[in-house]
């Protein structure tokens, strides 16, 4: 096992002195539990240490690997330009990941640097360990807005670089925990944000790495957390070994969490192959829920998997319910993988000549053309969730308070720009939120004048 130890530890700024100036005295615990964690990685003396970080180049489809020999930052930003960094990468093992990612499907390499300074995320961990071990070359990597299954199986791949290339590794998770702590911190608060901190303190300590899938998109939006994804990173490096976790540190008192947790791998442990039972458990979910789903799903997922395998346009099958022959409705079909969605595609009112008609072409669209994400695979089907909304006639309002988030759908319209939201989303919670999402859907201005619609839907799953 050549990943030695991992370090979970956070990154304001405020805790380096000379950014601080005194400030960094409210958060003295954090400092203790950065400095024994630093010195752990000094007595390990590594001979490669990766940082996972927020703050590095970020693409929603890919994972940044930072290319090059090696990189220089400073604390410049925050005041503080005579705080430098020089560090050098290690290179075999960048090309080493990259070549086992590529082989993997996982989209993760050194295209697409924006920026080859260091970033704060990586800094703030260097600077404690830098003053205990200056051995060691670095390999620093950003988060992507790809499933955390995605980023569990990229940690999967740094374990197997790192063994592969015979490097002793120390992986350093880069991240602050909820930012929505307290009404005075400077992003006020949210009863998410403690919720949170009070969960992945709790599954960090106890070394639970399969509970971090349970945290959803939404939940960790609300908390505005921040290292969620580097965690996970993190965690899939330690995929079927047994792990000792100890929690050193959490505080809260500037509005935003800091955590710092040390793990240290033990033997083999099949109970702890996490993506894999995953995997399984939301496989089984989906094929109970596809055998539960009605004649709406049922064509639908019938219509998706026809054209993922085969590129086949099905025809509308017999026996289907008569409002599904008979009846004339915009449709949306909708798709999603592991909580986040995969792919919806609709129509505000009906092109086809029956709602089943209408279901096939979304359906088709929805798994293919929605220009957000890339097509479907045919991997993606045994745990892909699938509902289908049948929309009502749309009715003109002439006031936002006609509306209800939860009930009706909204059509925000200016000249020949629509934009549509459905009604009843996860993370769309007022009104406000519902006409804006619609609104830049539609690509209509902030200032410029529009028209509403409301609209219910009867959801099918």
């Known amino acids: 096992m050549s990943v030695i130890a991992a370090f979970m530890v956070p990154h304001p700024p405020m805790i380096v002195p000379e950014i601080g100036r005194g400030s960094e005295e409210q958060i003295t615990d954090t400092t203790r539990a950065y400095e024994r964690a630093a010195e752990e990685i000094a007595a390990l003396k590594p001979d490669t240490i990766v940082i996972t970080s927020p703050h590095s180049v970020m693409y929603a489809d890919y994972f940044h690997i930072s290319p090059g020999v090696g990189a220089k930052g400073s604390f410049r930003r925050f005041g503080a330009p005579g705080v430098r960094f020089s560090e050098r990468y290690d290179t075999e093992l960048v090309k080493r990941l990259c070549e086992l990612a590529d082989s993997a499907g996982l989209p993760a390499g050194t295209l697409g640097e924006r920026d080859p300074s260091l970033d704060h995320g990586a800094m703030v961990p260097l600077w404690f360990i830098r003053r205990k071990y200056s051995g060691g070359e670095i390999v620093r990597i950003g988060l992507s807005g790809l499933p955390l299954t995605d980023h569990y199986r990229l940690g999967q791949l740094i374990a197997r670089a790192a063994n592969e290339t015979g490097r002793r590794t120390v992986i350093v998770a880069s991240g602050d925990l909820s930012h929505k702590l307290q009404e005075y911190g400077p992003y006020g608060f949210a009863p998410e944000g403690p919720e949170y901190d009070r969960r992945i303190m709790d599954v960090m300590g106890r070394g639970a790495f399969g509970e971090l899938f349970d945290f959803d998109e939404n939940f960790c939006d609300k908390a505005a957390e921040c ?25 809260d008192v500037t509005g935003v969490g800091y955590g710092v947790c040390t793990f240290y791998p033990g033997g083999e442990d099949n109970d702890r192959r996490f993506l894999k039972l995953y995997r399984e458990k939301t496989e089984r979910e989906c094929r109970d829920k596809a055998e539960r789903s009605d004649a709406y799903v049922r064509l639908a997922r019938a219509s998706v998997e026809a054209w993922v395998m085969r590129r086949e346009r099905i025809a509308i099958p017999g026996g289907l319910p008569e409002e599904m022959l008979d009846r004339k409705a915009g449709v949306f079909v ?3 993988r592991h909580g986040r969605l995969r792919g919806c595609i609709g129509t505000i009112s009906a092109v086809r000549m029956n709602i089943a008609g209408e279901i096939i072409e979304n359906a088709i669209s929805a798994c293919s053309q929605d220009p957000r994400f890339s097509p479907v695979a045919a991997d993606e089907l045994s745990s892909l969730e699938i ?14 308070d006609k509306l209800e988030v939860k009930r009706y759908g909204v059509i925000v319209s200016c000249g020949r720009r629509r934009g549509l939201l459905l009604p009843n989303l996860d993370g769309v919670d007022t009104v406000e939120e519902q006409i804006a999402i619609a609104r830049r859907k539609a690509g209509i201005g902030e200032n410029e004048p529009y028209s509403l619609e409301r609209f219910e839907v009867v959801r099918h799953y």
């Open 227 to 251: 290292g969620h994804r580097s965690f996970v990173i993190m965690a899939g490096a330690f995929d079927g070994l047994g792990v000792k976790a100890a929690a050193l540190s959490h505080q």
């Open 334 to 336: 909708s798709l999603h």
């Open 387 to 400: 509902s289908v909304d049948v929309l009502g006639e749309p009715e003109p309002i002439d006031s936002p």
